[in-house]
């Protein structure tokens, strides 16, 4: 994402033009009447943008989030590197249809550092045991400069937030067939006005969370019908750095997911040499299955196979997170492949109290990544100011 992508994502956030003021004029000056108290369920970047977009209207609200900490898939290790290592969450991508109509505030972009891959980096492609060298080519990637995603979030929009959350406190079931809502928790129960879900879909699906009335059929199908990826990363420090930028594996079908190891240190400033591997889908269950040793192992084997046995003998440590084992999370994110009529059926709002944030809760024009994450939390707060006074 270019930095005026992030000027855009601040922009729906309110930290440069008002969010308000936008939602003022798109109203014929309407007058914002919203008084009651919103539940948000989940601390994921979904969750906490919807948080900060009440605060700043003075709505009351209150954040569940089921795990002892904040953040969701934006989990960052600040101690395995000099810089920080996105367990997660880590690249920003945009299309230009993000930068069309820019709101935000110069102060805060100009403090968010990336960069981008140039063309003629090297790139590799492993395919029928034998790595084929080229260029990169155009990569609509960036990455974080000593920081990450989480490292924002904590910087500009969890100061205004974390008095709010409630930790440890996974979400049982939600009845919303009154004019109040009752929300359960293992120890106790909450009343709200509205309720914001930004729970992870992997959570929907295994019925982690009851709905009092079910939901509706056709948002059924679609929750139940579509695939969310295995996760699983890892982070290998080297003595030597003996890899390209990337080099991606040949999976077939695609719709089975990505493999790809890439250099975790590129643009870091940093004398430390770090590759990173990311896999999704049934690639992230093959090494998901593995204990730490046999892990670390496979996956030097597998490097040395690539690259003539330098793996090994540079060694240093590593680090590991397998996304499909985090109980309130259980997954990546759905399927590059699916179906975008399907997932826009997962944001529509039900009964005019439910409603749905999160990178999988979008309009179907794109999902997976943190800027939709936020940009479906401010349709939320949008539709509850909006409508319900």
Known sequence: MTREGFIKIFGMLGLGTPFFETLALQNNQKKISFSGNVAIIGAGAAGLSAGYLLKKQGIDFTILEASPVYGGRMKTSNNFADFPIPLGAEWTAANTGYLDQLIGNTLVSSKINTVGYTQNEAYGVWYNNKLIFGDLGTLNYRKFV???????????????????????????????????????????ELKADRVIVTAPLPLLQSKKIQFRPQLPKKKLNAINNLIVWDGFKAFIEFKEKFYPAFVDFLIHPKTDGQLSFYDASYGQKTNKNVLGLFSVGKPAKKYGRLTDVDLKNYILAELDKIFD?????????????????????????INDHADPKTISLLQESVADRLFFAGDCYTNGNDWGNVHNAVESAQECVHEILENYG
């Open 146 to 188: 000593k920081s990450s995603w989480l490292n924002i979030f904590e910087e500009y929009i969890l100061p205004a937030v974390v008095e709010h959350i409630r930790y440890t406190t996974p979400v049982t079931s939600i009845d919303y067939s009154g004019e109040t809502i009752f929300i359960k928790t293992a120890t106790s």
């Open 309 to 333: 046995g330098q793996a090994t003998p540079n060694y240093v440590k590593h680090i590991v997170q397998n996304w499909s084992k985090e109980p309130f999370i259980e997954g990546a994110y």
